[in-house]
């Protein structure tokens, strides 16, 4: 047993000082792997236990100022990740771009999007959240909760193993994708027509499978 727990120490430290991108050592919160594995495990208790218990006998909460802000700040964010990202494929190789771990000023715009990511899918577990506290557990599917734990452990492993490269290409389309997504979410909740436009949501609902297969 003894044995077992030390390669598996070494085996740890093997893992996240030699290969992991050394840029990140510092950076308790975006290289601990101890973060991408309580913050979904949480998430997961929330969906399935602690958030269902909670509400058992409450009124759905109204929030839908929050909301809006909330969905502001994800369009504001995501749409300005954009511009960046763009500039950054206009410098890699189309045929197999390589992951650059220097200290180029490409390079460290990638990682620091990369992290600006990896961020803001830990952000858009809010959006379970609020679905569970306004009661509407119908859209807490198995296909939204699995994209938004998937998203935090995929996205840490591609942060820290993997960061930049080819991937610019993932964060672009999520942006892109999202940044519709939230405008759509705010314009249904300030304007009615919006929310009664059904060709839009199918549109939105197919764009977002896409976005997973692709993602």
């Known amino acids: 047993m003894a044995l077992v727990l030390k390669k598996l120490y070494l085996g740890y430290f093997w893992l996240f000082d030699e290969l992991a991108d050394p840029r990140l050592k510092d950076s308790f919160l975006v290289s601990s792997p101890l ?34 802000v909330y969905n502001i700040s994800q369009i504001l964010v995501n749409a300005a990740m954009l511009p960046y990202a763009i500039s950054l494929i206009f410098k890699l190789d189309w045929n197999c771009a390589r992951i650059d771990y220097s200290q180029s ?55 820290n193993f993997a960061g930049g490269g080819e991937l610019v290409w993932t964060g672009i389309i999520n942006a892109i994708i999202h940044t519709v ?33 692709l993602v």
Request: charged letters at 15%; aromatic letters at 20%.
């Open 105 to 159: 000023p490409e390079a460290l715009l990638t990682l620091r999007l990369h992290i600006g990511f990896y961020l803001l899918k830990i952000y858009d577990l809010l959006d379970t959240v609020f679905f569970i506290l306004r009661k509407s557990t119908r859209q807490v599917n198995f296909l939204h909760v699995y994209h938004h734990w998937g998203m935090i452990l995929g996205t840490f492993i591609t942060l």
């Open 181 to 213: 997504m939230y405008s759509y979410y705010l314009l249904s909740i300030v304007n009615k027509d919006w929310k009664g436009n059904f060709k839009f949501k199918k549109f939105l609902t197919q764009i977002q499978l896409v976005s997973i297969y």
């Open 35 to 68: 973060v991408a594995i309580l913050i979904p495990t949480i998430y997961l208790y929330f969906v399935f236990a602690w958030g269902p218990q909670f509400m058992k006998n409450r009124k759905p909460y109204k929030l839908k100022k929050l909301i809006i």
